[in-house]
T-cell receptor
Framework: QQQVKQSPQSLIVQKGGISIINCAYENTAFDYFPWYQQFPGKGPALLIAIRPDVSEKKEGRFTISFNKSAKQFSLHIMDSQPGDSATYFC????????????FGQGTTLQVKP | NAGVTQTPKFQVLKTGQSMTLQCAQDMNHNSMYWYRQDPGMGLRLIYYSASEGTTDKGEVPNGYNVSRLNKREFSLRLESAAPSQTSVYFCTTQVWMNTEAFFGQGTRLTVV
């Protein structure tokens, strides 16, 4: 079974700090790497996504860094805010995968005021 | 524009009972998926329908069946519920492969 390994499982950051969540994947055929954000009682929603033709993508305070050779990608949240407190999931997808997304185990982020 | 609608939102079943989780989308998307979310396990794919008229097993299909009724609707059936099926179930849709997945609000199922 193809896996996506996400770490850490939980993370506590002070307001204004940088939150970093990492994911590692196995299948080099994957070519779509999204991050999802989930608030309690809600379904996950797309936060930011990257394709393997670039090494970094930034949207506001959120940045994905992608290392194709290491088969790793990470989410960086700059100037973390209490409103960022949520569960974050990385995922991978590929054109050979009929659109299926394989999700990581999730990271619960708490940003302290 | 409702997006992805799941019913019911909450359900308690006794072991051995059956039920169907409903999912409907008004986004005209081709692909629909059922995931379950368990603490520490992330989101695991149960079944999916890449397009109308097709269904396939995902990572954890045992104990479940699905029906792609039409392009809009994709249902998940538990024939004989077990406590191990206690979970939060999410239906998602994608316009096609390698595109954004849109989630329903989830169904929280408890089997006692």
């Amino acid at each position: 079974q193809q896996q996506v390994k996400q770490s850490p499982q939980s993370l506590i950051v002070q307001k204004g700090g940088i939150s970093i969540i990492n994911c590692a994947y196995e299948n080099t055929a994957f070519d779509y790497f999204p991050w999802y954000q989930q608030f309690p009682g809600k379904g996950p929603a797309l936060l930011i996504a990257i394709r393997p033709d670039v090494s970094e993508k930034k949207e506001g305070r959120f940045t994905i860094s992608f290392n194709k050779s290491a088969k790793q990608f990470s989410l960086h949240i700059m100037d973390s805010q209490p409103g960022d407190s949520a569960t974050y999931f990385c995922a991978t997808g590929g054109s050979s995968n009929t659109g299926k997304l394989i999700f990581g185990q999730g990271t619960t982020l708490q940003v302290k005021p | 524009n409702a997006g992805v609608t799941q019913t019911p939102k909450f359900q308690v079943l006794k072991t051995g009972q059956s039920m169907t989780l409903q999912c409907a989308q008004d986004m005209n998307h081709n692909s629909m998926y059922w995931y379950r979310q368990d603490p520490g396990m992330g989101l695991r794919l149960i079944y999916y329908s890449a397009s109308e008229g097709t269904t396939d097993k995902g990572e954890v299909p045992n104990g479940y069946n699905v029906s792609r009724l039409n392009k809009r609707e994709f249902s998940l059936r538990l024939e004989s519920a077990a406590p191990s099926q206690t979970s939060v179930y999410f239906c998602t849709t994608q316009v096609w492969m390698n595109t954004e997945a849109f989630f329903g609000q989830g169904t929280r199922l408890t089997v006692v």
